[in-house]
């Protein structure tokens, strides 16, 4: 298929259709509003089902009724608006129901700002609802990669019975890049059997989210474990950069990564032996990519839009919390590749 030039919030919506999604529940904030205005067209046109809910609490609910129904459902939302769906997704999560939510993040706290930030990482990988759970998240560093990890997505949720964030910065969903789309399913999925049919005869099925026994409550919980044990061991994702002989590693995901990749080519061409390791999975955390590498980096240099949610997850992978050091920039602003140039300089000192 040839690649078509497309605007990042436009071809998520695209890849949710050409991935089976046929059901879209959600509300318009800034810098997502076009996710559900393409969707609103296009989801018709192939006898989808598209519903500008009340509100975000009420779209992530309709969200929980289409996933228990067997279908793939979509969400999209901006971080307040995230914020407002987590009880619903906590829900989701503890009834083991499939769906997939996007987060194009905006600058925070509360309202913050329109622009692009990374400050919903804590919200998304430690849980923003109550309880003991996990959601897979993925973090996509361009438009074609969004495309791809949305489509993976809806396999994952369904695979594992979970719901899947794709955790995106504003800058991901409003930039224009070409893409193409080539959904082919890489999991060898079940069909839905749990799924409640509404037909009222035959075998009964039931979604459950209630367990009033703290004994059988702790089973439950304990169960979920087992299958987060799982992605742990078999979804991390990551791109190495440069690694094969650096002595210094930058980890940094999404926007903030592309401006770090430019940065090392600065201090590469300066004899700095510095590379790169990019989180594609925020959720499992790819401790792996830093097993391989721990014995030989000096240290690592965490580089978000944010005032550092990742650092404690970066901290543990390298199992030294004084070999990190970290640079943010927040509410909305993005890091300058001089910047990145300079904090790299500043780690690394003369050591080239």
Same mark, same amino acid.
């Given at each position: 298929?040839?690649?078509?030039?497309?605007?990042?919030?436009?071809?998520?919506?695209?890849?949710?259709?050409?991935?089976?999604?046929?059901?879209?529940?959600?509300?318009?904030?800034?810098?997502?509003?076009?996710?559900?205005?393409?969707?609103?067209?296009?989801?018709?046109?192939?006898?989808?089902?598209?519903?500008?809910?009340?509100?975000?609490?009420?779209?992530?609910?309709?969200?929980?009724?289409?996933?228990?129904?067997?279908?793939?459902?979509?969400?999209?939302?901006?971080?307040?608006?995230?914020?407002?769906?987590?009880?619903?997704?906590?829900?989701?999560?503890?009834?083991?129901?499939?769906?997939?939510?996007?987060?194009?993040?905006?600058?925070?706290?509360?309202?913050?700002?329109?622009?692009?930030?990374?400050?919903?990482?804590?919200?998304?990988?430690?849980?923003?609802?109550?309880?003991?759970?996990?959601?897979?998240?993925?973090?996509?560093?361009?438009?074609?990669?969004?495309?791809?990890?949305?489509?993976?997505?809806?396999?994952?949720?369904?695979?594992?019975?979970?719901?899947?964030?794709?955790?995106?910065?504003?800058?991901?969903?409003?930039?224009?890049?070409?893409?193409?789309?080539?959904?082919?399913?890489?999991?060898?999925?079940?069909?839905?059997?749990?799924?409640?049919?509404?037909?009222? !005869?035959? @075998?009964?099925? /039931?979604? &459950?989210? *209630?367990?009033?026994?703290?004994?059988? %409550?702790?089973?439950?919980? #304990?169960?979920?474990?087992?299958?987060?044990?799982?992605?742990?061991?078999?979804?991390?994702?990551?791109?190495?950069?440069?690694?094969?002989?650096?002595?210094?590693?930058?980890?940094?995901?999404?926007?903030?990564?592309?401006?770090?990749?430019?940065?090392?080519?600065?201090?590469?061409?300066?004899?700095?032996?510095?590379?790169?390791?990019?989180?594609?999975?925020?959720?499992?955390?790819?401790?792996?990519?830093?097993?391989?590498?721990?014995?030989?980096?000096?240290?690592?240099? !965490?580089? @978000?839009?944010? /005032?550092? &949610?990742? *650092?404690?997850?970066?901290?543990?992978? %390298?199992?030294?919390?004084? #070999?990190?050091?970290?640079?943010?920039?927040?509410?909305?602003?993005?890091?300058?590749?001089?910047?990145?140039?300079?904090?790299?300089?500043?780690?690394?000192?003369?050591?080239?």
């Amino acid at each position: 298929m040839a690649k078509v030039l497309m605007k990042g919030n436009e071809a998520v919506g695209k890849a949710a259709i050409e991935a089976g999604c046929r059901y879209f529940f959600g509300y318009p904030i800034t810098p997502q509003s076009e996710v559900p205005e393409y969707l609103s067209s296009e989801l018709p046109k192939v006898g989808g089902t598209f519903v500008q809910a009340e509100s975000e609490v009420a779209a992530i609910n309709m969200v929980y009724g289409a996933a228990a129904a067997g279908a793939r459902v979509l969400t999209s939302s901006s971080s307040p608006g995230i914020a407002l769906k987590q009880e619903g997704i906590g829900y989701l999560s503890n009834a083991s129901m499939p769906a997939v939510i996007i987060n194009m993040m905006r600058g925070g706290p509360g309202l913050g700002t329109i622009q692009p930030g990374q400050a919903d990482y804590n919200m998304a990988v430690k849980g923003g609802s109550n309880g003991d759970y996990h959601d897979i998240v993925l973090a996509p560093a361009s438009v074609q990669e969004a495309v791809d990890m949305v489509m993976e997505a809806f396999d994952l949720a369904d695979f594992y019975g979970t719901p899947v964030i794709i955790l995106a910065d504003g800058l991901i969903g409003q930039m224009m890049e070409p893409v193409e789309f080539n959904y082919v399913c890489k999991k060898q999925l079940k069909e839905k059997t749990w799924a409640l049919t509404g037909k009222g !005869d035959g @075998e009964k099925h /039931m979604v &459950q989210n *209630l367990v009033i026994e703290p004994e059988e %409550c702790e089973e439950w919980n #304990k169960s979920h474990f087992v299958k987060y044990a799982e992605i742990e061991a078999e979804e991390q994702a990551w791109e190495e950069y440069l690694m094969d002989d650096a002595e210094y590693a930058f980890v940094s995901y999404g926007t903030a990564s592309r401006v770090v990749r430019t940065a090392i080519g600065y201090l590469r061409a300066e004899g700095y032996k510095v590379g790169m390791i990019r989180p594609k999975t925020l959720w499992p955390f790819p401790v792996k990519a830093f097993d391989k590498v721990n014995d030989r980096i000096k240290k690592y240099l !965490d580089v @978000e839009m944010s /005032m550092g &949610q990742m *650092l404690p997850d970066v901290a543990v992978a %390298c199992n030294d919390k004084y #070999k990190v050091e970290f640079y943010g920039r927040t509410g909305g602003m993005v890091p300058a590749v001089d910047e990145i140039v300079e904090f790299g300089k500043k780690v690394m000192g003369g050591d080239k």
